[in-house]
């Protein structure tokens, strides 16, 4: 049963999984691994899932994993900014400059926020989740997430208008 379960699991929700960290990471191979890493995780404790929205819950596992590897590069000597390098992309050389263009715009923006005030924007008006998913996802109370999600729009709007 365990084996179905996280078959079922996987097939549903590894698109979510992977484009949430790749919103994180920025870098498709590095989100892979992640990935992986996560779904190994999942299953290893899939008994504690019991009773919890899947969805949700991979999503935070995931966080864990990405936030686990940032403090292993962290703590490493040789640690250099190529966890944030990109790879070429496959599409067309069009959707490829536009889509770049956006996402240049977009992190550009966010590197402005602290790490919570990130996380916050990619969960709620990135990936969609509601105040209560996303505020689970982050571990916080719903009314810190809101707090938190207000002050990042208030500084994505002040520098949008002195830019």
């Given at each position: 049963?365990?084996?179905?379960?996280?078959?079922?699991?996987y097939?549903?929700?590894?698109?979510?999984v992977?484009r949430?960290?790749y919103?994180m990471c920025?870098?498709?191979h590095?989100?892979?691994?992640l990935m992986?890493?996560?779904?190994c995780?999942?299953?290893?404790?899939?008994?504690?899932?019991e009773?919890?929205?899947?969805?949700?819950?991979?999503?935070?596992v995931?966080?864990?994993a990405y936030i686990?590897?940032l403090?292993?590069e962290s703590?490493?000597s040789t640690?250099e900014?190529?966890?944030f390098h990109r790879?070429?992309?496959e599409?067309?050389?069009?959707k490829s400059?536009?889509?770049e263009?956006?996402r240049r715009?977009?992190?550009?923006?966010l590197?402005l926020?602290?790490?919570?005030?990130?996380h916050?924007?990619l969960l709620?008006?990135v990936?969609?989740?509601?105040?209560?998913?996303s505020?689970d996802?982050m571990?916080?109370?719903?009314s810190?997430?809101?707090?938190?999600?207000y002050?990042a729009?208030?500084?994505l709007r002040r520098?949008r208008?002195t830019a």
């Open positions: 049963m365990k084996t179905r379960s996280m078959d079922l699991l097939r549903e929700y590894k698109n979510d992977f949430y960290l919103s920025r870098n498709s590095i989100a892979e691994d992986q890493e996560t779904f995780r999942a299953l290893m404790h899939l008994h504690e899932a009773g919890k929205r899947a969805k949700a819950w991979l999503l935070r995931a966080h864990n686990d590897l403090r292993k703590r490493s640690y900014n190529e966890f790879y070429p992309s599409d067309t050389p069009e400059v536009l889509g263009e956006n715009e977009l992190y550009a923006q590197s926020l602290q790490p919570n005030q990130q916050a924007v709620y008006d990936h969609g989740f509601s105040y209560q998913e505020a996802l571990g916080i109370s719903l810190h997430f809101k707090i938190v999600l002050r729009r208030q500084k520098s208008e």
